[in-house]
């Protein structure tokens, strides 16, 4: 299914192949159209003018192409190039490549307030698994899917994120973030083979073990998370830090309670602000 490769816009410029352009230019017309190619990509929040944890993304990027092309070595000055010329500090940053160009550009950015902070965030489901998890390649196929289960509320309103589940109904991660379930000192996360090893997962792996928590393997349903009696859960991804979830579907939880939880945020964030000051 055809898909443009730019599909949302911040900011006055992007750049092609290297080239910063405006983003009306007559040349940058095309990337708005669908396209058949197959789309390799990554999305970077900015953090401060900074590309938080930008060459893990690179380097995730180099395995997702898995040599059908060679990533150009300046794609790190290119970004920054791009975050100057278009004099925003925080958004999130794209990169695509296909077989035939790269672009950059900007999108806008969703950064939870403190209240979503405090109370966490509403889920829903959606059955779809994931034939190759770990190479991020854009397939309109689940962005329809996907847009199509946001459009219904859950039983505690509209989602802010869905957890996607396989064939046996374990919950492996979220649609665009990764997933994660306390339950007193583990942080209970499924296997790497089953899941999109996000760049902000490793770091919150980092942050369990500086936070004396311990990382547990495990795939659950959502009938084991209320039998378990596990009331805490929590979604990562680089746009979002770590988000308590405060719904599955119409399982309540009290995420943003859960003294792990916190303490395991408050790591995280030093993390975060200890990269960008050290990339300013």
């Known amino acids: 299914m055809p898909y443009p490769i730019i599909d949302a816009l911040a900011g006055s410029h992007i750049a092609v192949d290297g080239q910063l352009i405006a983003v009306d230019a007559p040349e940058a017309g095309p990337l708005y159209q669908p396209q058949d ?3 390799y990509y990554e999305v970077i929040r900015v953090v401060q003018g900074v590309p ?3 060459e893990d993304h690179l380097q995730r990027l180099k395995r997702s192409v898995a040599g059908a092309f060679t990533l150009p070595a300046m794609l790190e000055q290119e970004s920054r190039d791009l975050i100057r010329a278009n ?6 940053l794209r990169l695509i490549l296909t077989d035939k ?4 550009h900007l999108t806008p950015s969703y950064y939870p307030d403190v209240r979503t902070i405090e109370q966490g965030v509403v889920t829903g489901i959606l059955a779809w698994e994931r034939q190759d998890p770990n190479t991020k390649i854009i397939h309109a196929d689940y962005k329809a899917a996907v847009a199509d289960r946001f459009a219904r509320p859950g039983p505690f309103g509209p989602c802010t994120e869905l957890l996607l589940t396989d064939r046996h109904g374990y919950l492996t991660e979220g649609s665009r973030s990764n997933l994660f379930f306390i339950k007193g000192k583990n942080v209970i996360s499924a296997p790497d083979d089953r899941i999109l090893l996000g760049i902000t997962r490793r770091y919150v792996s980092q942050a369990i073990r500086d936070a004396d928590l ?4 495990d795939l659950l ?5 209320r039998s378990r009696g596990i009331q805490t859960s929590f979604i990562s991804g680089s746009p979002i830090d770590l988000l308590p979830i405060r719904a599955i579907e119409d399982l ?4 943003a309670d859960d003294p792990a939880f916190r303490r395991l945020y408050t790591v995280y964030m030093q993390i975060v602000q200890d990269y960008v000051e050290r990339h300013r």
Request: aromatic share 4%; glycine share 0%; hydrophobic share 50%.
């Open 214 to 217: 311990e990382l547990a393997i």
């Open 52 to 54: 938080l944890f930008l």
């Open 101 to 104: 160009t790269r672009v950059m």
């Open 221 to 225: 349903t959502l009938d084991d998370i």
């Open 37 to 39: 190619a197959r789309m």
């Open 87 to 92: 004099s925003l500090n925080e958004a999130n």
């Open 252 to 255: 309540a939880q009290t995420s």
